[in-house]
């Protein structure tokens, strides 16, 4: 009973509190819009700053109309392009596979609906619970500085970049993996030919995202497949510190990592700093070797966490008896 009228209490108190700033947030922003400062503009732009109230918003809240794709036009148009019966620069100048869609509110759950004139309807769910969805777009800041200077780089049609500046830079440097899970949202292994990065492919896309102003890649991300398949994944690495890149990071299933703590250790001389992995019951295999070896080598471990929150209390609970014999983890 003591509680719940804890809770309770502490709920009211963060009611009021989040009401009250606010109020005082939107009485300063009054005055600031009658007599604003000038706009920042920092190094890596070209361009100043936008202040709060100059950002503008896209249509948001449902039903909405929005630009889509159809699955099977998207598929139809990488076999031409693979087989070679297609230019993959009309990618630039045409709509391959856009179709327009609705997005609905059904039942308390978010949809999007859309038809093909060639493959028929479509439906996906947006989400399980539309009161939050409309929570989270409510808390969207508006759209950041416009991209500028960059005209040269981002020839990616209806895909371009139009705003922002971002903060990582993503880099699948090969769809080979060393496991086989599913779902893979690269779906590698499975879809039938190897792509990989040439080592002029990876530091001509490093240098490209340095040089462009606004600066939006501050960290580089080195994913996959599998990133540690590729034969210039150390070279990647040391690369990208080279260039300025802030920290360098990996999103890995972590075999390698478990298997040698040389490994670890040679990914951490590169210039190596996050390693992300996701645990899973399938993957039990890697167990503490991944994490003793990782983090001894002086890499940081950031948890990601699975769908099931009892499996990740379980595992937690492992580590903290484990702490004893491995200091790291009391740090």
């Keep these: 009973m003591s509680n719940t009228i804890s809770t309770q209490v502490f709920r009211s108190l963060d009611w009021v509190l989040c009401k009250t700033a606010a109020i005082t947030f939107n009485t300063i922003q009054h005055f600031n819009k009658k007599n604003p400062n000038p ?8 361009k100043p700053l936008l202040k709060s109230w100059e950002k503008t918003r896209p249509t948001l809240g449902f039903p909405r109309q929005t630009d889509s794709l159809c699955p099977a036009c998207v598929k139809e148009a990488r076999e031409s392009i693979i087989k ?15 179709i327009k869609a609705q997005i609905i509110e059904r039942d308390g759950q978010v949809w999007m609906v859309k038809d093909c004139p060639l493959h028929g309807h479509y439906e996906d769910m947006m989400a399980i619970d539309s009161d939050f969805l409309k929570w989270i ?16 780089l981002h020839k990616h049609g209806s895909s371009n970049v139009r705003y922002g500046r971002g903060s990582v830079l993503t880099v699948d440097l090969t769809n080979r993996c060393n496991m086989m899970c599913d779902p893979c949202f690269m779906d590698a292994n499975q879809v039938g030919y ?18 462009i102003k606004p600066r939006r890649q501050m960290s580089v991300q080195f994913s996959g497949g599998e990133p540690t398949m590729s034969p210039y994944f150390f070279d990647a690495i040391r690369y990208a510190r080279k260039v300025g890149y802030n920290s360098v990071q990996a999103a890995t299933n972590g075999i390698e990592f478990a298997k040698s703590k040389e490994f670890a250790k ?14 899973k019951p399938r993957h039990r295999c890697r167990g503490f070797a991944l994490l003793d070896n ?3 080598a002086g890499l940081r471990n950031p948890c990601r ?3 099931r929150p ?3 209390r379980r595992r937690l609970r492992r580590c903290s008896s484990s702490a004893p014999r491995r200091p790291w983890l009391r740090s």
């Design 137 to 152: 777009e409510k808390q969207f800041p508006g759209r950041d500085i416009p991209a500028h200077n960059d005209e040269g």
């Design 266 to 279: 040679k990914a951490f001389e590169a210039g190596l700093r996050y390693a992300y992995s996701q645990q």
């Design 194 to 211: 190897v792509h990989e990065l040439s080592w002029d492919e990876i530091v001509e896309i490093l240098d490209n995202a340095v040089k």
């Design 305 to 307: 966490p699975c769908r």
């Design 39 to 46: 706009s920042v503009t920092p190094q890596w732009s070209d």
């Design 294 to 296: 990782r983090l001894s």
């Design 310 to 312: 009892e499996a990740c």
């Design 84 to 98: 070679g019966e297609k230019d993959w620069r009309d990618l630039m100048s045409e709509k391959i596979g856009e």
